[in-house]
């Protein structure tokens, strides 16, 4: 079967004049039909960059504080102390302090993004002080008074229990006392409020609302 070279080409040219209008189509869709909304996934990102870690630490003071111990003789024996018979320390003790933001309890619904994900607001916990982190400085503690006039039978209780048993927690009691007096938990709130902030923004976050519990307004 023969074909005629003019058949040829009018096959070559009604193709190419398909493919055209086709790619004409094409491009004007893209042109003139909106593409869709991309979705801004930044929520579980905060909520990730928070959850990094359990408790964070903003603050940490160190103080001093004085503790003593006295121990005299019991029972019968009781009246010698009058005579003088006692053992007694008094330490001048030096500890950090630190205090910050317990993250463990932080839940996605603490966290809002708008849609556009330009803004957020961050709720956080209560700033606390991390008991369990107090440190005492022996090093640049020191001995204020030591009288020890009552012998090992009538008096039992050595320096290092008595140590043990009641100076270094009564010591850990009067750091976080001296500690919240010296207002350790609203500086740690507001360095938690900034350090969020900045965190957000980094994110690519507008607008920042960063709310601690019971200090911001």
């Known amino acids: 079967m023969n074909i005629h ?20 189509v094409n491009l004007a869709r893209d042109i003139f039909v909106p593409k869709s909304a991309q ?12 959850h990094h870690v359990n408790k ?29 018979v006692k053992q007694e320390y008094a330490v001048l003790l030096r500890g ?18 708008s849609p556009d994900g330009q803004r957020a607001q961050v709720i956080l916990p209560s700033p606390r002080i991390f008991e ?5 400085d ?5 001995i204020l008074t030591i009288a020890d006039t009552c012998p090992g039978f009538l008096c039992p209780t050595g320096q290092l229990q008595a140590y ?6 009564e010591a850990r009691t009067k750091l976080i006392v001296a500690a919240k007096d010296e207002g350790i938990l609203t500086q740690a709130a507001a360095d938690a409020q900034t350090y969020y902030e900045q965190l957000l923004n980094a994110l690519g976050i507008a607008e920042v609302r960063v709310i601690v519990r019971g200090y911001s307004s």
């Open 39 to 50: 979705v801004v996934q930044v929520g579980p990102a905060i909520l990730e960059q928070i």
């Open 96 to 113: 950090r302090v630190p205090a910050g933001i317990d993250l463990t309890g932080l839940s996605p619904e603490s966290i809002w993004v």
């Open 138 to 142: 022996f090093e640049h503690s020191r």
């Open 56 to 84: 964070q630490i903003f603050v940490e003071h160190y103080l001093a504080v004085d503790v003593s111990y006295a121990e005299t003789p019991q029972g019968w024996l009781q009246p010698l102390k009058n005579l003088g």
């Open 5 to 24: 070279p003019k058949n040829i080409w009018g096959a070559i040219v009604t193709t190419a004049l398909i493919v055209l209008a086709w790619n004409g």
């Open 132 to 136: 369990e982190n107090i440190a005492v």
């Open 164 to 169: 043990q048993t009641q100076m270094e927690p």
